[in-house]
């Protein structure tokens, strides 16, 4: 489908479902995305609207979700609904993409819920010497790492929070996860092919914040998204981190932010990019919180993660200077474009994140419709 075709697509959509019960029809758009595991949600979104105009606006009927509790169907919190980032078996998680890591066992897709019988399951074990080394337990390191021994930990382990259930809804551990027979709590999507915690500090679940800092570029007119490149894997990311210890995630988002991706030494510039960033921060919407699936889970270890998105105005994206600093190497404004490698192979599940944050945008009317046409899912489409 032409570019043009598209944008028109876009837009009758959009003048469709602003006039006819659009939370009902957006709704059940993305449940269908995601019952179908669509690869590329945006664009099964987009084509089940254009079903419903086809229609003259009956709403298709949704098939029931099989899975409410620690399988598929996981739902993003953010924006109140399940998103596309929600209904992924996780890969990366099954991935060598960690240069670090050991040879994980291979976990065919059918086998990674823990509900699909494999009893000769026995993943090899691992955690990295500098989580040991940074136990909150021992006399030296930074203690930003549990305990050797989870079952020893059962009772604190017992109400932590996990957010990788019900929508992204708090629930403790012991309400929402298993244990193994060793008292560790078990990854909520499944087998990784790695038992222990890897090179994650805490059992369970990791959290983590992520900011999601777009504009439209000045010059091409394209929409941008901020990343820096990883130092572990030298993909590109989101320059999001963990959450410290007693940090509300507000505060993180925007702390990872500012030391990832405005490390600025002349002090001038630093001032101002203190003070757009605060205009910035002071905008955010949460697009997204659950679980993420990302290189460096195991078994009885994974990263959760909070995301919220900050739309420059043209403005502020045309004047805020950015600086790699931290975990950071590089940092730019990179295109959210699948014709862009980098963008294509973003860090964990960043892509993800973006996706659902531009369609969140997207639907509050918040960016305008020519941009989803330039978004992955609409450019595959059209290519
Ligand atoms: C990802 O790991 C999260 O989405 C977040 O961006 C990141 C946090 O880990 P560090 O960047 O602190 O290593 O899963």
């Known amino acids: 489908m032409a570019d043009d075709e598209m944008m028109a697509l876009d837009n009758e959509a959009l003048a469709y479902v602003q006039n006819h019960s659009l939370e009902e029809h957006l709704s059940a758009a993305v449940d269908i995305a995601i019952q179908q595991r669509a690869e590329q949600p945006l664009q099964a979104i987009i084509a089940h609207l254009q079903d419903i105009i086809a229609s003259g606006g009956a709403v298709p009927k949704t098939p029931k979700r099989t899975h409410q509790h620690l399988g598929a169907g996981r739902m993003g919190a953010g924006s109140g609904r399940g998103g596309p980032l929600s209904l992924e078996l996780h890969v990366k998680a099954r991935s060598q993409d960690n240069p670090d890591y050991p040879s994980r066992l291979p976990v065919p897709e059918e086998t990674v819920r823990w509900h699909n019988s494999w009893p000769a399951y026995d ?12 136990a909150r337990d021992l006399p030296t390191g930074h203690k930003w790492a549990d305990p050797a021994d989870a079952a020893a930990l059962r009772a604190e382990l017992n109400e932590r929070t996990t957010f990788s259930t019900e929508q992204g809804a708090a629930h403790t551990f012991a309400d929402a996860l298993d244990f193994d027979d060793a008292g560790r709590p078990m990854n909520p999507v499944g087998r990784t092919g790695l038992a222990g915690r890897g090179l994650l500090g805490k059992w369970g679940a990791n959290h983590a914040a992520d ?24 993909q590109w990311a989101i320059p999001g981190g963990m959450v410290d210890a007693g940090e509300a995630v507000s505060v993180t988002v925007k702390r990872e932010f500012t030391e990832e991706a405005g490390a600025i030494e002349d002090p001038e510039e630093r001032e101002r990019f203190e003070s757009d960033v605060k205009t910035l921060f002071a905008t955010g919407k949460q697009v997204y919180r659950g679980y993420v699936d990302d290189p460096r ?32 190497g590089k940092v730019m404004w990179l295109d959210v474009s699948m014709g ?11 892509r993800a994140l973006i996706d659902e944050a531009v369609w969140s945008a997207w639907s509050r009317g918040e960016l305008q419709c020519e941009l989803v046409a330039k978004t992955p899912a609409v450019q595959a489409e059209a290519s």
């Not at 993943?123 to 080394?133: D, F, K, M, R, S």
């Not at 420059?312 to 600086?323: D, F, H």
């Not at 862009?340 to 960043?350: D, M, Q, T």
Request: overall charge negative.
């Open 340 to 350: 862009e490698e980098k963008y294509r192979s973003l860090y964990g599940a960043h």
């Open 123 to 134: 993943p090899p074990e691992w955690t990295h010497n500098a989580v040991h080394a940074n």
């Open 297 to 328: 889970s195991t078994d009885n270890a994974w990263m959760e993660t909070t995301a919220f998105h900050f739309h420059c105005s043209s403005e502020l994206g045309t004047r805020l200077p950015l600086a790699a600093g931290d975990d950071a």
């Open 211 to 234: 900011p999601i800092v777009t504009r439209i570029d000045p010059t091409s007119g394209k929409l941008q998204v901020v990343a820096i490149q990883r130092k572990d894997t030298l």
